[in-house]
């Protein structure tokens, strides 16, 4: 289970930590914010959402030195010392509280927990229900049980255009055979192509 936002709190993601760089405790961030400099300022405190096994579970993280290397934004932070303690915070992601007066607020932000067991709605039909979020260098992905599969939504605007978390419910608006059950209909096509031979054998006499 990851950590949930404090009570009464409004957060926002800003990044996720991907890589240890270095021997002196830098991390790459893979950003969420439109304002990094800004935001990673030294002294600034973050939420982690990190599994309830890491040991920064429960503990917030504070921006030592943010710097840009070769495009990349990398940070020092307090308590990280080492490329080791770097380590343990890899895939970490970092929520800070909402400021009203800050510009551009930064919308569509959401906890794994708020949106496991959100239905999956496509044209009005329920059509699954998310199990998990899978947060990979490229884009999150929206894991959807679907019966017994599982299917791989990219959480993009044009894919799920809604989050109604107080209905209980996301809108998708899937490419043509996202929610199509693409294994089960090749193994449909294969007794049919399997039964023509069998049709074409006897007409040569080869059957039975």
């Not at 990349?72 to 895939?91: K, N, Q, T």
Request: proline share 8%; hydrophobic share 40%.
């Amino acid at each position: 289970m990851n950590a949930v936002p404090p009570a009464g709190r409004t957060q926002l993601r800003v990044g996720r930590l991907v890589k240890a760089h270095g021997l002196k405790g830098a991390i790459k961030i893979e950003l969420y914010t439109d304002d990094p400099d800004g935001r990673f300022v030294p002294g600034a405190t973050f939420t982690l959402q990190v599994p309830e096994s890491s040991p920064w579970h429960g503990k917030p993280l504070t921006v030592r030195e943010f710097r840009w290397m070769n495009s990349h934004p990398v940070a020092f932070f307090e308590g990280v010392d080492d490329r080791s303690a770097a380590e343990e915070l890899i895939r970490a992601i970092l929520w800070v509280d909402e400021d009203s007066q800050s510009s551009p607020a930064e919308d569509d932000a959401w906890f794994d927990h708020q949106l496991v067991g959100l239905d999956v709605v496509r044209d009005g039909e329920t059509v699954g229900r998310v199990v998990r979020v899978d947060h990979l260098p490229a884009q999150d992905l929206l894991i959807v049980k679907v019966r017994e599969d599982e299917v791989l939504v990219p959480f993009v605007k044009a894919i799920v255009p809604e989050v109604d978390v107080a209905g209980g419910r996301v809108i998708v608006t899937p490419p043509d055979g996202l929610f199509e059950e693409l294994p089960d209909d090749e193994g449909d096509e294969t007794p049919s192509r399997s039964d023509g031979d069998d049709a074409e054998d006897a007409e040569d006499g080869t059957a039975g």
